[in-house]
C-alpha cells in the first residue's frame, strides 16, 4: 500500500475511533448511587459564569473490559499531569469552560478552561512538583497553588484537597473555582449534578450567556435550508445537557431546555425532523462508511457497526414536558458484537494518535533547528564541543534556547562544559522534553537523531558549520527517527551516521501505522513518513547537501506533511 493511501487511512481510522472511544467505558461496575456521583463530579469548583461542562468517569474507562491490557494511560497526553499521576489513579476528571460572548479575536482570546480531577488516593505531591518543575504561588490563603513552568493552556495548578486537582488557564480562573466551592447555584452546576447515577460520560451546556451573540451570528451566516431551523435556536435553547450510559437499557440521553413551552414545541418538531434527517443519511450513506471501516478495522467491525447503527437509529425517542424537550436511544442488542471490536479500534487508534504526535515534534524540531540557523548564520553542530573537539552535550540542547521561555531557562541549567554524563549533567536526562519524545517507553531517550556525514547538514568535527547548500532543502534530511531499540540518551552526542553497507538496518526495528515505516525532517522544516522498504540508492542522495542528485519522490512512494 502506498503512503498516499496509509495517510488517507490515517484520517478515516482516527474519525471512527474518536467517534466509539468516547463509549469505551465500562459496562460491569456497580452502579453509584446518587449522592456518591454527585460528590465526585465535583460540581461545587465550577465558577458560575462558565458555560460547558463534561464529565468522565476515567475510573471506569481504565477497569473497562473494552481496554482491558491496552494501557489506557497511552491515551492521555504525554507530558501532562494527567500522565504522571496515572489514569489508573484518577476517579474521574470534570472539565470546565468559558467560552466567548463575542466570537472576535479578543472575545477568543477571553476563552476560560478548568479542570477539577478527583483521585481514587491522594496526589502524589512532591513528585508532580518534581516532575512539572512548579513553582509554588500565592493565590488563595487556604489552597496549595502552583504555576505550571511549561507553555500548556493550563497554567495554574492547586490541590483543594489531598484527593482534589485544580487546574486553570489563569489565575482568576483558579481563583474562581476555589470560591465556587462553597457552593454554586448556577445553572451549568445543577445540571451537572443532575446527571444520572448510571452516567458514565456526561456533558452539559448553557447557552443563555451565549444567546446575543450566537443570534447575531445566526442573523450575520443564517444557514440555508433544510437546515434554516437553526437560526431559530438562540432563541429557543436555554440549555443542554446529555449522558451516556451502558449499563442500562437507555444508551443516550439528551435534554434541551426551552425558554418557554411554544419554544419546546419547535424544538421537539425540530428534532425529529433532523434526528430523521439523519437516518436517511446514514442509510444512503451507510454502504461506503461500512466499507472504510472493514479496510480499516477489520471486517467483524464493519458488519458490527452496520447492525448496531441500524439498531440504534430505529430505538429513538422524543418526548416533550413542559419547557423539556428529551431524545432517547435504547441500548442495541448488536452493541455487544460492537464491544468485543473495540480492543482493535483502539489499538489503531492509539497507533494514529502516536504517528501524528512524532510528525508534529518533527516539525517543532524543524522550526527550532531554522531559529537556531537564523540567529547563527549556520545550522548546529551535532555536539557541543570543549576546545580539543571532544564531544560533550548533543546538538538537542542547543535547541533547547528555541523552543520557548521554559526550555531557554532549562538549558542554563547545563554545565556546557562537561560532558553529557557527568555528576551534574546526568541529573537532567530525565527532563527530557517533550519534543524529543516518541513514545512512553523510553524515558530520558530519543529516537530522533541527526543525519551525521561528511556531506550531510550535520557534518561532525570542529571544521566551518554549515550555513548555505546547493542541493533542494525539501530533498534534504535533517533528522530521522529511529526504532525504539535504536533510541540513545537526549543529551548524549550520539546520532544515525551514513554506513552505506548497513543503511536500513542502521534505523532498527521502526514502527508505523499498519506498517514499518519512519519519518523524516527536511531543510524545508517538512516532515515526511517513508517506507522502511524505501531503496537505498533512492534514500541516499536526502542525506546529502551538495550533492546535486535528483531525487525519485515517485520510487520514494512518501507523503510530506508541512
Not at 23 to 30: D, F, G, R, S, W
Not at 51 to 72: C, F, M, P, Q, W
Not at 86 to 94: A, E, P, T, W, Y
Not at 320 to 346: H, N, S, Y
Request: glycine share 6%; charged share 25%.
Amino acid at each position: 500500500m502506498s503512503l498516499r493511501g496509509f495517510t488517507a487511512r490515517l484520517c478515516r481510522i482516527s474519525t471512527i475511533s474518536v467517534i466509539f472511544i468516547a463509549v469505551a467505558t465500562n459496562t460491569t461496575n456497580a452502579v453509584q448511587s446518587t449522592d456518591a456521583i454527585r460528590q465526585s463530579v465535583n460540581a461545587a469548583f465550577i465558577p458560575t459564569n462558565f458555560h460547558a461542562s463534561t464529565y468522565i468517569n476515567v475510573r471506569k474507562i481504565a477497569r473497562s473490559r473494552l481496554v482491558d491490557g491496552l494501557e489506557i494511560d497511552r491515551l492521555l497526553p504525554n507530558g501532562s499531569v494527567f500522565a504522571i499521576v496515572g489514569s489508573k489513579n484518577i476517579d474521574n476528571i470534570v472539565s470546565a469552560g468559558h467560552y466567548p460572548t463575542s466570537w472576535s479575536e479578543e472575545g477568543i482570546a477571553a476563552q476560560k478552561q478548568a479542570i477539577v480531577v478527583r483521585g481514587i488516593e491522594a496526589f502524589d505531591v512532591p513528585q508532580i512538583v518534581e516532575a512539572y518543575r512548579l513553582a509554588p504561588a500565592t493565590i488563595v490563603d487556604d489552597v496549595q497553588a502552583y504555576r505550571v513552568d511549561t507553555q500548556v493552556l493550563l497554567q495554574y495548578l492547586a490541590f483543594a484537597d489531598a484527593r482534589t486537582l485544580l487546574l486553570a488557564t489563569d489565575e482568576a480562573t483558579l481563583k474562581a473555582m476555589v470560591a465556587a466551592r462553597e457552593g454554586s447555584d448556577s445553572l451549568l452546576a445543577a445540571q451537572v449534578k443532575s446527571l444520572p447515577a448510571e452516567c458514565d460520560l456526561g456533558f452539559a451546556v448553557t447557552f443563555e450567556p451565549l444567546r446575543d451573540g450566537l443570534a447575531k451570528l445566526t442573523r450575520d451566516n443564517p444557514t440555508p435550508a433544510p437546515f434554516q431551523a437553526v437560526n431559530d435556536l438562540p432563541d429557543q435553547v436555554r440549555a443542554l445537557s446529555g449522558s451516556l450510559d451502558l449499563t442500562g437499557l437507555r444508551l443516550l440521553k439528551i435534554d434541551v431546555h426551552a425558554y418557554d413551552e411554544d419554544a419546546a414545541a419547535k424544538l421537539k418538531a425540530t428534532l425529529d425532523e433532523y434526528l430523521g434527517l439523519a437516518e436517511s443519511l446514514w442509510i444512503l450513506n451507510a454502504r461506503r462508511i461500512i466499507a472504510s471501516a472493514s479496510e480499516d478495522a477489520g471486517d467483524e467491525f464493519g458488519k458490527a457497526l452496520a447492525v448496531f447503527a441500524k439498531q440504534f437509529f430505529e430505538s429513538r425517542s422524543v418526548t416533550k414536558r413542559d419547557t423539556l424537550v428529551t431524545a432517547t436511544w435504547r441500548r442495541p442488542d448488536g452493541m455487544d458484537a460492537l464491544e468485543k471490536t473495540f480492543p482493535g479500534m483502539i489499538r489503531s487508534l492509539l497507533q494514529t494518535l502516536s504517528f501524528n504526535a512524532r510528525m508534529r515534534r518533527l516539525h517543532h524540531i524543524g522550526t527550532a533547528i531554522e531559529s537556531y540557523r537564523a540567529k547563527h548564520g549556520h545550522y548546529p553542530r551535532p555536539a557541543i564541543c570543549d576546545e580539543n573537539g571532544k564531544p560533550l552535550l548533543s546538538w538537542r540542547v542547543a535547541l533547547l534556547p528555541f523552543q520557548g521561555e521554559a526550555e531557554a531557562e532549562f538549558h542554563k541549567e547545563f554545565h556546557l562544559d562537561e560532558p553529557w554524563d557527568s555528576p551534574h549533567n546526568k541529573q537532567l536526562l530525565k527532563r527530557m522534553p517533550v519534543i524529543y519524545t516518541s513514545d512512553n517507553e523510553h524515558r530520558g531517550k530519543t529516537r530522533f537523531l541527526a543525519v551525521v556525514d561528511d556531506r550531510s547538514v550535520f557534518a561532525p568535527g570542529m571544521g566551518k558549520p554549515v550555513d548555505e547548500f546547493s542541493d533542494s532543502k525539501d530533498g534534504t534530511m535533517l533528522v530521522l527517527e529511529v526504532g525504539p531499540d535504536k533510541a540513545v540518551p537526549w543529551t548524549k552526542p550520539s546520532d544515525f551516521t551514513v554506513e552505506k553497507k548497513a543503511l536500513l538496518s542502521g534505523l532498527g526495528e521502526v514502527d508505523g501505522f499498519r506498517g514499518r515505516a519512519f519519518m523524516a525532517l527536511f531543510a524545508n522544516q517538512g516532515v515526511s513518513a517513508l517506507p522502511a522498504t524505501i531503496d537505498e540508492d533512492v534514500l541516499l542522495p536526502m542525506f546529502t547537501r551538495d550533492g546535486g542528485e535528483q531525487i525519485d519522490w515517485d520510487a520514494a512512494d512518501l507523503d510530506q506533511a508541512p
